[in-house]
């Protein structure tokens, strides 16, 4: 009895709003929904429904356009409930006859998930043309207690919303009338269709219609046993109908039975001649009530149970499919990650002599009292008298402009040759065929976006205030430098020299690190994990820095290695700014050109570790092993 | 000759100006991915048409298509009047097409493989204008494997001329059929049957309804092909759907249909591949035009921005005016005192500037000396020293750097978007190239505005300088020269002479000397203001002419070439698809055959996209 499969709903639950969470976490991934899975709408249709209720039975017939579907219903029900009509493809909704008092006992907006569910007035109805899907249901005396009978639209025509209906009714249905005629045993899609029924267990009685008697009895096996080998189909029950519409109008249409064992080869099948062919028709409705409906739901409710838990169709189909896109993603952003985005070789510096003006600034800040007065005097002075001087030297040099709006541009400059790079970059990997990452880039490379990206980092870009940077780097750094140094005031005194040394080659690179290969390798250079943007500055630069940090001791013995130390110590300045300034390209770039796109590319491949992941994997798991014990305690 | 043997033979021309058209059209070289794309539909056209053009007179080939079970072969059967296809009720029976043709018709012709066919040679009178193939259903494959039925019918089909469309009451809105055929039908006429007309309810009318959305259905036939069959061989009269429909077949569809047919099929498979393109093409065509407005707006902006710098240029360079502007005077004016003074005056200019020329600052002083001059000056530039000048000149001139490499940037994404290959923009050094073009870009845009300056100055020149102006200044002139001479005379001559007076000393020269340089400097002065009034206005006026002059070419000219091809091919597919869709009017066939329905989709193009925009 189906009590035992109540265990089962508890599991069915639990599994069905794992999978609805999972899906929300899937969006990213470009997956196709739940929705329109056979195996989801099993499970929302048959098995959600129907575990935890008594048993009933649902019969649905069902077969291709203009079969006679609606006049083996009518028979079925022995009234004409639904209209007929020799045009194809008329019956475009499903109408079921309900007995007494089920819907009471039964909420029917549930078995029917997804059908509008309205009280059947006139044959007529299943005929109209809605684009939602309708249900016609009618109360019958006549109809044994817990079966619901349906007629069906059909699963051939240019209809194809028809098609959808009829699945949805065979997807929650536990007897199939499959109604065949020789014209469309061997159509594509009615194959199609059935195979799917065989696969989660349906039970099925075959009624081929419209036989042309007696000279088709030597074929209709032969046809049938097609259709059994090419869907996998094993009818409990065959009948064959007569080719007579004025039988069927008049619902006097016969069924024959007939025994059918089919065979493998293509030979056909032996007539059993222990069972000799009758001609006493049988009544249809009888047949049916006389079905063990609660054998018969075990048996569906256990396909379903299986369709749901297996392999190649179910939910472990659909794991692995998520499994094999997240690992696509991982590959993708492999390719991203990869790639060290941007290379810049020569990041521009300020002028030297900028930097020890800011030193200067500071180092005026510094003193108090009337030290500072007297330098400020001097200093004032100084300008004074030097000013001619100074002129005609920048003069000279050519550098009319203020060196920090030199610099605005330089800088700019190599902005945009990074952005450039970083485009070209782009666009090779978008070629290299990784078809996610593709579609993704697709727009952020074309025209309009880079014109918003170039706008955006150019108002960023000339909002900076540059002179207000350097100087709190030279504060941070001065201040450290005093209180740990003692080379600090030969440092003060040799500023001036210090601003002939050369400007060292700085080069940087810029990664723009998901995870991956190189994630990992540089993690270490990770500065901020929000950024995720490795900046490398290196160069000579290196070997300056090295110099300031070791060689503290070392250089203060003698002045003589002293400029080596300070120049070292002028050559930080510079590396800092640029790496300051680094940090704010490379963080400009994340925000406004590859936006959220990394972030995206690690959750996705982070997926199958997610909880619901799990979750759903173990449900499936837990299903399993509860089939399993069903089966050996069966 | 007889004027339909005429009409005829235009027609022909026709068709074969519009196949010549098409492939040339299909052979143009293109940068633009979906124009590449649609020639490549085209080129696989060609070859289709060859064979039905080297057919054109050979019997037309008329095939069954249906559901399985439809009675394809036995409508084959009944239509020669004898058991020659296998019709059973194992479905699908026939799974070999069968081809039937009379004796006498030359096989070979027709371009088709035998050994997939079994033929069937018959001595009948219905075949002597038709070639029969019964062909496999394509409706019980599920998969598209190598030997399925619908693998064998699609390999058959495109050799047909003719569709006979079978179809029966529980078959006529199969989907799958209903798919193929729509397909099937492109380049092909129909025939609608409905058999089994001895079991089924005539559904005619509402299959007819349903045909009509896709073809032009003339009539369907209600055949019951066992008993016509049975009726000719018990030589009973046959009735009368099926008498009509072996009339057409045998009779009507005789040499002049013949014709007909091949013909239409012909243009409606170059139609329905010029639609195809056609869609892809104005599908894709608004990126090409994004490119290009943006193309043009770079142009815009550029122009502009040089002329910008242009105007405040020239509005410094006073010197260089006045120069112009003398020698431009004292050219006019010819010999006569004051204008050989102006000449002294601009000729020491003129040799400072010589020297000071050729550390000329910026383009705008060479656009200043002369269109001519400068010119020269350029030609002689570019020779010695080709790129590090120039692209300083180019970066005094406001297209730097990063203004090309921000042009590139974007460029390169619209070109991108826009699916142009990218061989013509991309990669290394192809700022070198682009600041080569800039260069250019810059020189046109200073000849330009040399010639135009050279306008100005002879303008200016000529209002301020005319015969009144030349009076004054000259007697002006002349009074001090001449009252210097009668006082030197009058000193000279009477005072020294007749009064005994000193002769005047040489510090009367230096100081009539001094007053002479200060005169003459003064009159200068004064008549160059004089020259140069109304020149900001005119330099005003010149640097908003220039930013809306359109020069031959932009910084791009190779991305713009493209897309004025692409507009080209769009066109002329456009016109192609509207010749053709005019021919297939004249064409179309007797009503007894149905169609693949005539779309026009040349007008509906047209009205979607005004393509004139982009001028």
């Not at chain 1, 540059?466 to 709190?472: D, P, R, S, V």
């Not at chain 2, 170059?270 to 943006?294: M, T």
């Not at chain 2, 009668?486 to 000193?502: A, C, P, Q, T, V």
């Not at chain 2, 809306?548 to 070439?561: T, V």
Request: proline share 4%.
């Amino acid at each position: 009895m189906p009590s035992i499969l109540h265990n089962f709903s508890n599991t069915i639950h639990q599994l069905s709003e794992n999978l609805l969470a999972l899906e929300g976490e899937t969006k990213q991934l470009d997956l196709t929904g739940l929705a329109g899975r056979e195996w989801f709408e099993i499970l929302q249709r048959k098995l959600i429904p129907q575990l935890s209720d008594n048993v009933y039975l649902v019969v649905g017939v069902v077969g291709g356009t203009n079969i006679g579907k609606s006049v083996i219903f009518n028979h079925l029900v022995n009234q004409q409930t639904s209209a007929i009509s020799p045009l194809a493809s008329q019956t475009k909704h499903p109408v079921c006859l309900v007995p007494q008092n089920f819907e009471q006992k039964h909420d029917l907006e549930k078995i029917f998930q997804g059908f509008k569910l309205t009280p059947w007035s006139a044959p007529e109805d299943p005929l109209i043309e809605d684009e939602q899907h309708l249900l016609f249901w009618k109360n019958s005396e006549s109809l044994a207690p817990n079966l619901l009978v349906l007629d069906t639209p059909d699963i051939d025509s240019d209809a194809e919303v028809n098609w959808e209906r009829a699945e949805r009714i065979r997807q929650s249905a536990d007897v199939l009338v499959t109604v065949l005629t020789q014209q469309k045993y061997n159509d594509a899609a009615v194959k199609k269709f059935f195979r799917e029924a065989a696969r989660e267990e349906k039970v099925i009685i075959t009624i081929f219609n419209q036989c042309q008697l007696p000279d088709d009895e030597n074929y209709w096996r032969l046809w049938l046993n097609t259709f059994c080998q090419e869907t996998g189909v094993h009818p409990e029950l065959v009948f064959i109908a007569p080719n007579d519409r004025q039988a069927a109008t008049s619902l006097q249409l016969p069924f024959y039975p007939r025994t059918f064992e089919p065979t493998p080869s293509h030979s056909i099948p032996e007539t059993d001649l222990d069972t000799a062919d009758t001609d006493t028709s049988a009544n249809l409705m009888n047949v049916i009530s006389q079905l063990h409906f609660g054998e018969i739901k075990v048996q569906t409710l256990k396909g379903a149970l299986k369709y749901l838990v297996q392999q190649n169709t179910g939910v472990p189909a659909y794991l692995r499919e998520i499994k094999s896109r997240s690992h696509e993603f991982r590959s993708a952003s492999e390719l991203l990650s990869e790639q060290e985005l941007a290379e810049i070789d020569n990041w521009p510096l300020v002028s030297n002599s900028v930097i020890v003006d800011a030193v200067r600034n500071w180092w005026q800040s510094q003193r108090e009292g009337w030290s500072a007065q007297i330098h400020g005097f001097y200093n004032t002075l100084g300008r004074g008298v030097l000013w001619p001087v100074r002129y005609i030297h920048s003069l000279a040099a050519e550098e009319k402009r203020p060196p920090m709006e030199l610099y605005r541009e330089q800088e700019w400059s190599v902005v945009l040759q990074t952005v450039e790079g970083i485009y070209d970059r782009l666009t090779l990997v978008s070629e290299l065929g990784n078809e996610l990452l593709t579609n993704r880039l697709k727009t952020l490379l074309n025209g309009t976006s880079r014109e918003a990206l170039l706008k955006t980092l150019h108002e960023e870009h000339a909002e900076i205030d540059f002179t207000a940077q350097l100087e709190q780097l030279v504060d941070s750094e001065m201040t450290f430098f005093r209180t740990e140094s003692p080379q600090y005031y030969t440092f003060m005194k040799q500023l001036d020299r210090i601003a002939a040394v050369a400007r060292p080659a700085l080069s940087v690179g810029l990664f723009f690190v998901g995870f991956g290969a190189v994630g990992h390798a540089g993690s270490q250079l990770v500065t901020d994990t929000m950024i995720q943007s490795v900046v490398n500055v290196a160069g000579d630069v290196a070997g300056g820095a090295a110099t300031t940090t070791v060689g503290e001791t070392a250089v203060s013995s003698t002045t003589a290695t002293g400029v080596g130390f300070l120049e070292a110590k002028f050559r930080r300045f510079h590396a800092v700014f640029a790496q300051k300034r680094t940090e704010w390209l490379a963080t400009a770039i994340r925000k406004h050109l590859l936006k959220s796109l990394p972030e995206e590319l690690k959750s996705a491949v982070e997926l199958p570790n997610s909880q619901y992941y799990q979750a759903v994997q173990n449900s499936v798991s837990e299903l399993e092993q509860q089939l399993n014990e069903l089966h050996i305690s069966i | 000759m007889p004027t339909s043997e005429i009409a005829q033979i235009e027609m022909l021309a026709a068709v074969d100006r519009l196949i010549h058209q098409l492939q040339s059209w299909s052979e143009q070289k293109t940068d633009w991915k979906t124009a590449q794309q649609c020639q490549a539909v085209i080129h696989q056209l060609l070859p289709r048409l060859d064979t039905l053009r080297v057919r054109l007179q050979s019997p037309l080939v008329i095939a069954t298509f249906g559901g399985t079970g439809t009675g394809k072969s036995s409508l084959v059967n009944a239509l020669i009047g004898s058991y020659c296809s296998p019709s059973g009720r194992q479905r699908p029976t026939t799974t070999d097409p069968v081809l039937i043709a009379h004796p006498d018709t030359d096989l070979d012709r027709l371009g088709l493989d035998l050994s997939q066919f079994q033929v069937e040679q018959k001595e009948l009178d219905q075949l002597r204008n038709i070639i029969l193939i019964d062909c496999p259903d394509p409706d019980t494959s599920e998969t598209n494997d190598q030997s399925s039925n619908l693998t064998r019918l699609q390999y058959i089909i495109p050799l047909c001329d003719i569709l006979l469309y079978t179809s029966t009451q529980q078959k006529y809105r199969s989907a799958r059929v209903a798919e193929e055929l729509k397909e099937a039908a492109i380049g092909r006429r129909l025939i609608f049957v409905q058999t089994h007309a001895g079991l089924d309810e005539d559904i005619r009318t509402d299959w007819k309804q349903q045909l009509s959305q896709q073809f032009d259905v003339p009539e369907i036939y209600f055949v019951d092909s066992v008993r016509a069959l049975e009726d000719q061989l018990a030589d009973r009269p046959l009735q009368k759907d099926f008498a009509s429909l072996q009339n057409i077949l045998s009779t009507q569809l005789g040499k002049s249909e013949r014709l007909q047919v091949r013909r239409a099929n012909l243009l409606e498979l170059i139609q329905n591949a010029i639609n195809h393109c056609s869609d892809k093409i104005n599908i894709n065509l608004p990126a090409i035009r994004e490119l290009e407005s943006f193309l043009k707006q770079q142009h815009v902006s550029l122009t502009r921005q040089m002329s910008q710098e242009l105007r405040t240029e020239l509005l410094t360079s006073r010197n260089l005016w006045e120069r112009r502007l003398l020698s431009c005077v004292s050219d006019t004016w010819g010999l006569s005192p004051f204008s050989t003074m102006l000449r002294v005056y601009n000729g020491l200019g003129n040799f400072i500037a010589s020297a000071s020329l050729f550390r000329a600052r910026n383009s705008a002083q060479v656009a200043l000396i002369g269109a001519l001059q400068g010119a020269r000056w350029i030609g002689n530039r570019q020779k010695e020293q080709a790129t590090e000048n120039r692209l300083n000149r180019i970066g005094s001139f406001g297209l730097d750097d990063n203004k090309l490499r921000e042009s590139q940037l974007l460029i390169d994404g619209y070109a991108q978007a826009a699916g142009l290959e990218s061989q013509p923009v991309q990669h290394a050094g192809s700022l070198d190239k682009l600041q080569t073009e800039a260069a250019y870009f810059e020189e046109q845009f200073l000849y330009d505005a040399g010639s135009k300056i050279d306008a100005i100055i002879a303008k200016l020149t000529r209002k301020n300088s005319g015969w009144f102006t030349r009076a004054v200044y000259e007697t002006l002139f002349l009074s001090l020269v001449v009252y210097a001479l009668i006082r030197i005379g009058k000193n000279f001559f009477y005072d020294s002479f007749l009064d005994e007076n000193n002769i005047l000393a040489i510090d009367f020269y230096v100081t009539a000397g001094v007053i002479f340089l200060i005169w003459t400097g003064f009159l200068v002065m004064m008549f160059t203001r004089k020259l140069k009034r109304g020149l900001g206005l005119e330099i005003n006026q010149l640097s908003d002419d220039l930013a809306n002059a359109k020069l031959s070419q932009g910084l791009f000219p190779q991305l713009e070439q493209t897309c004025q091809q692409a507009h080209a091919m769009q066109h002329s597919l456009e016109r192609m698809g509207g010749e053709v869709h005019q021919l297939r009017n004249e064409v179309a066939t007797s009503n007894i055959l149905g169609a693949w329905k005539v779309t026009d989709p040349v007008t509906d193009a047209d009205s979607k996209t005004p393509h004139l925009t982009s001028q």
